[in-house]
């Protein structure tokens, strides 16, 4: 059996720019026959609406809507515009993250209680109101996926407040997994990507030495490629991982089976 995902309508999030995981899922996502609907972070001059406008329109997606998953409205209204166009909705790819500059360096015990609950908020709680609006558009068979990093069971150099957030995601994918499962089949599953270079680690003082690192220690001796997760997230959004369900994948390179 063939991956195959056409029919299957499928919402992205966390596209910021071309080295985006998220864009390297959307593009797998529509090569194995998806109908897409894109969202983007909408800031005051739409400099993000823009660039993400031009970088998928070759995906032709059906929907391009803003999402700020820290305004409730702006949650409803994306689905809303999902059940007018689609009915209903086959995929959801959550790849949302955000902590302030200043607690990706540094003291883990120097976190602001602001700062330790817009990154809970935005990079581990968005999740679930995504899931609860979408919970009824939901076919049988649905698949939600999000991103997670090694950072959340080990403690790895300024990943900070960051390893928390995704340690409660992966936490809250068993318990979406738990729920969503027995009505309709719906599994719930997060990506554990080893170190790219995108907008989120570009800007991180000691990315440089853990790609190195990768590149040393990893079975496969080098890092993965957007490409190679979208793969693995087309693989989860697809009939073929139907048995699959609460689980954190590793597309690392093997990197994280090392003792040291
Ligand atoms: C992020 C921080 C520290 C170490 C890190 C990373 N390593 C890796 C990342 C080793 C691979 C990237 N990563 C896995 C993330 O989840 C990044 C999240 C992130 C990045 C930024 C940078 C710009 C900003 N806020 C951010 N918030 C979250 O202002």
């Given at each position: 059996m063939?991956?195959?995902?056409?029919?299957?309508?499928?919402?992205?999030?966390?596209?910021?720019?071309?080295r985006s995981i998220a864009w390297g899922i959307a593009q797998q996502l529509k090569a194995a026959g998806a109908e897409l609907g894109i969202t983007y972070l909408p800031d005051d001059k739409g400099r993000f609406e823009s660039k993400v406008r031009d970088l998928t329109s070759p995906l032709q997606p059906s929907l391009f809507l803003p999402l700020n998953v820290q305004?409730?409205?702006?949650?409803?209204?994306?689905?809303?515009?999902?059940?007018?166009?689609?009915?209903?909705l086959d995929g959801l790819v959550h790849c949302l993250a955000f902590a302030g500059k200043e607690e990706l360096v540094g003291d883990y015990s120097a976190t602001t209680s602001e700062g330790f609950k817009r990154a809970l908020e935005i990079s581990a709680y968005?999740?679930?109101?995504?899931?609860?609006?979408?919970?009824?558009?939901?076919?049988?068979?649905?698949?939600?996926?999000?991103?997670?990093?090694?950072?959340?069971?080990?403690?790895?150099?300024?990943?900070?407040?960051?390893?928390?957030?995704?340690?409660?995601?992966?936490?809250?994918v068993r318990y979406l997994s738990a729920e969503l499962g027995p009505e309709k089949q719906v599994r719930v599953n997060a990506i554990s990507a080893g170190p790219i270079r995108t907008l989120a680690s570009s800007a991180i003082g000691g990315i440089l030495d853990m790609i190195h690192n990768v590149e040393e220690k990893a079975p496969l001796?080098?890092?993965?490629?957007?490409?190679?997760?979208?793969?693995?997230?087309?693989?989860?959004?697809?009939?073929?991982?139907?048995?699959?369900?609460?689980?954190?994948?590793?597309?690392?390179?093997?990197?994280?089976?090392?003792?040291?």
């Open positions: 063939l991956l195959d995902l056409s029919g299957k309508k499928i919402l992205v999030t966390g596209i910021a720019n071309n305004d409730n409205s702006q949650i409803e209204m994306v689905f809303s515009e999902i059940s007018s166009k689609w009915g209903k968005s999740l679930a109101p995504l899931c609860h609006h979408a919970k009824p558009l939901f076919t049988d068979g649905a698949s939600i996926i999000t991103l997670t990093y090694l950072g959340a069971e080990r403690a790895i150099p300024n990943y900070n407040v960051m390893g928390v957030a995704k340690a409660a995601l992966e936490a809250s001796r080098r890092t993965v490629t957007q490409t190679e997760v979208g793969n693995t997230a087309a693989f989860l959004l697809s009939n073929l991982s139907s048995g699959i369900s609460g689980q954190t994948i590793y597309v690392d390179a093997g990197y994280c089976i090392n003792g040291m």
